[in-house]
């Protein structure tokens, strides 16, 4: 991989960290070619640091190591994307980010649409809701309707309706993320089990 530390005319290049399972940037450093350098070699992130004048590697105090993951490079060489397993908070102040945000893993849309159905089941008393008025009616109820979704998932799938198949694995995904908050688990828990298996 070609660098181009000399781009800038400082001997540095930014090194975004992003972290490798949840998507998320955790923070931003410097790399000049000493500390890309030596990433590689100990396989733990290490910065040049602009303030000390120095290397440093994230972690050498506090043990919040950032383990590398990969590295790649953008399209002009002067800027890296840098894929970690980072080992406690990355922040200085504590916090999981430079930005005070949370390192949770999101699964777009889907984690949305989990929010939305937790607000319901801790509304139960939304008489207009019908997630609501699902968690009113128990477990039970929760977990028939994921039975009949499921059948009218496989019903669609042996006919060539593409639009009713959708439809009805829509439906089945949505009682499915109900169920799981009735049983008091998130998706997340079902991938960590997947990965798990992997």
Not at 130 to 149: C, D, H, M, P, T
Request: hydrophobic share 35%; proline share 2%.
């Amino acid at each position: 991989m070609e660098i181009d530390f000399n781009k800038n005319g400082d001997g540095l290049v930014p090194a975004i960290i992003q972290d490798a399972t949840t998507k998320n940037v955790l923070m931003l450093g410097y790399m000049n070619l000493e500390a890309y350098e030596k990433t590689m070699a100990t396989k733990k992130v290490t910065f040049y640091s602009r303030s000390k004048k120095r290397l440093w590697t994230k972690g050498e105090e506090s043990g919040n190591f950032l383990n590398l993951v990969d590295i790649k490079n953008d399209c002009d060489s002067d800027t890296l994307l840098v894929f970690v397993n980072p080992v406690g908070p990355t922040c200085h102040t504590g916090t999981d980010t430079c930005w005070a945000g949370k390192n949770t893993q999101s699964f777009g849309f889907l984690s949305e649409l989990e929010s939305i159905i937790e607000s319901r089941k801790e509304n139960q008393n939304d008489e207009k809701s019908y997630v609501a008025s699902l968690f009113r009616k128990g477990i039970n109820k929760v977990a028939q309707k994921v039975g009949e979704e499921a059948v009218e998932v496989v019903i669609e799938a042996k006919d060539d309706n593409e639009e009713l198949f959708l439809n009805e694995s829509a439906d089945l995904l949505f009682h499915y993320l109900i169920l799981l908050q009735a049983k008091g688990y998130k998706l997340s828990d079902v991938v960590n089990v997947l990965k798990s298996r992997s």
